[in-house]
């Protein structure tokens, strides 16, 4: 996922500038290769800010906040906690979005000291799956894997916004849901007036109106981005986790985003189902989730970093 810093917080801007390190690694500093998470923490989401890098625990929504320069850091006091979850996580500004998983909801910190400074109820249903966020063009915008709708929380002034202006934005054109994970990742192009989302099931990719959630398939060459999970839109290049296949699609989308080919796959041996990224440089930085493996209170975890080119 990626940060579009593009809304109005700021005074969030300006007291994130000494919080965070510098945006590009010193010359000649080796970086870990591999970071060991908390045993036992079954992470899911990433997001880098400068040289820190938060990630979020599925089963009980705290965020553990460390630094790609040292590989050391610790979980953020105050978040989670019973009823809370963590999938995918943004940092815009000093704020940290956080998408609830089966919760149906979404929780907002401060991304310094961790304060819980807001919660809103995304889903109407028990039938729902809050996967990732995107912050783009004056709003969070959150996908829903079971149900064919983003939820968009505008952010307008120096203040969050009350629950009733959470807006539904339903699915229309291309993409259909079916039985499984459907919406997934969610990033957005710079100016934040188009999104793109991978629908796992499928592996089919979309671009999405902000405005209308009109969806447009994006026309693939070379295969089908299945499993498809976190994603990263970097110019007209666009990184997809594809979590249980162990690799990161790379694919080369047209002006318009109307096309794409999948040019090659990153891969790694220290990958264990990797399941979303954020990039600080010339490096991706992955999450290994482990699906498949049995958590338990010993279970190690990690994120892993790999070259984009």
Known sequence: MRTHLVFTLTAAL???????????????????????????????GIAIRGSTFYVGSIPTGAVYRGSLVTGQGAV????????????????????????????????????????????????????????????????????????????????????????????RLPLTGDITYESGFNANGIDATPNGKTLVIVQSNTGLLFTVDPKTGLTRGIALTGGLVRNGDGILLDGRRLYVVQNRDNQIAVVELTRGLRSGT????????????????????????????????APTAGTPYSVVRVAKH
């Open 14 to 44: 300006a007291a994130v500038v000494a919080f965070t390190a510098p945006a590009a690694p010193a010359k000649r500093q080796q970086l870990p290769q591999t970071i060991q998470l908390p045993a036992g923490f079954q992470p899911e």
């Open 262 to 293: 999948i040019a090659r796959h990153i891969a790694s041996p220290a990958f264990d189902v990797p399941t979303t990224i954020d990039e600080f440089g010339k490096w991706l930085y992955a999450v290994n989730a482990r699906f498949g493996t």
């Open 76 to 167: 953020l006091p105050g978040t989670g906690g019973p009823g809370r979850a963590a999938t995918g996580l943004e940092v815009a500004g000093k704020l940290l979005f956080v998408s609830g998983a089966a919760t149906g909801q979404a929780f907002v910190y401060d991304a310094r000291t961790g304060a819980a400074l807001a919660t809103y109820q995304l889903a109407t249903t028990s039938d729902t799956f809050i996967n990732d966020v995107v912050v783009a063009h004056g709003a969070a915008y959150f996908t829903d894997s079971r149900q064919p709708v983003l939820y968009r929380i505008p952010l307008r002034g120096k203040k969050l916004p009350p629950q009733d202006a959470v807006q």
